[in-house]
Antibody, heavy 121, light 107 residues
Framework: QLQLQESGPGLVKPSETLSLTCTVS??????????WGWIRQPPGKGLEWLAN???????YYNPSLKSRLTVSMDTSKNQFSLKLSSVAAADTALYFC?????????????WGQGALVTVSS | DIQMTQSPSSLSASVGDRVTITCRAS??????LAWYQQKPGKAPKRLIY???SLQSGVPSRFSGSGSGAEFSLTISSLQPEDFATYYC?????????FGGGTKVEIK
């Protein structure tokens, strides 16, 4: 059974960089059948897709955040990562990592449990 | 970007009721739409993909329909465990976009 687990600091200061890593178990990130992505959810609000990364290293970003986002992948560790720079209080959210189907598109099929990141001084 | 307009934003219903939630895309997305159920503090759970395909393990009281730009999720007989928030997701093109959510509450 595929599992995804987010890890990283739960508290980040304003103007600093938020960094999260997603560790995948029960499957391989080195697959042409899937993208690996990040989604966030501010407290009490809806879901916002942030970015995807493909095993080849190709990246896809939400245009609204593209200037501040970087995603990367380490297939040898079966991990992928998110960096969001210059954070503000509005970036406080539950951050999910996820698997997105590619070869036969069907959306997001697996999610991590989520990591709450609070931006505060 | 493709905008997903979901309605209603909330509804109150009783156990046994039939409930329908709709999502409208700002442009055609073929059938590249999924529905998710989310309970507080938890990750969303996929119910439907490709607009009408039922996710394995999901009860058959859930169904999806539509194509192009108009989609719906129907719960044929609401059960206590179905009280949650539901989201649609278009995955036709990036940026992937979600509907605003529908909170289903107990009447």
């Amino acid at each position: 059974q595929l599992q995804l687990q987010e890890s990283g600091p739960g508290l980040v200061k304003p103007s600093e960089t938020l960094s999260l890593t997603c560790t995948v178990s029960g499957g391989s990130t080195n697959s042409r059948n899937y993208y690996w992505g990040w989604i966030r959810q501010p407290p009490g609000k809806g879901l916002e897709w942030l970015a995807n990364i493909y095993y080849s290293g190709a990246t896809y970003y939400n245009p609204s955040l593209k200037s501040r986002l970087t995603v990367s992948m380490d297939t040898s560790k079966n991990q992928f990562s998110l960096k969001l720079s210059s954070v503000a209080a509005a970036d406080t959210a539950l951050y999910f990592c996820a698997r997105i189907t590619a070869s036969v598109a069907s959306g997001i099929d697996y999610w991590g449990q989520g990591a709450l990141v609070t931006v505060s001084s | 970007d493709i905008q997903m307009t979901q309605s209603p934003s909330s509804l109150s219903a009783s156990v046994g009721d039939r409930v329908t939630i709709t999502c409208r895309a700002s442009q055609g997305i073929r059938n590249d739409l999924a529905w998710y159920q989310q309970k507080p503090g938890k990750a969303p759970k996929r119910l439907i993909y490709a607009a009408s395909s039922l996710q394995s393990g999901v009860p058959s009281r859930f169904s999806g329909s539509g194509s192009g730009a108009e989609f719906s999720l129907t719960i044929s007989s609401l059960q206590p465990e179905d009280f949650a928030t539901y989201y649609c997701l278009q995955y036709s093109t990036t940026p992937l976009t979600f509907g605003g959510g529908t909170k289903v509450e107990i009447k």
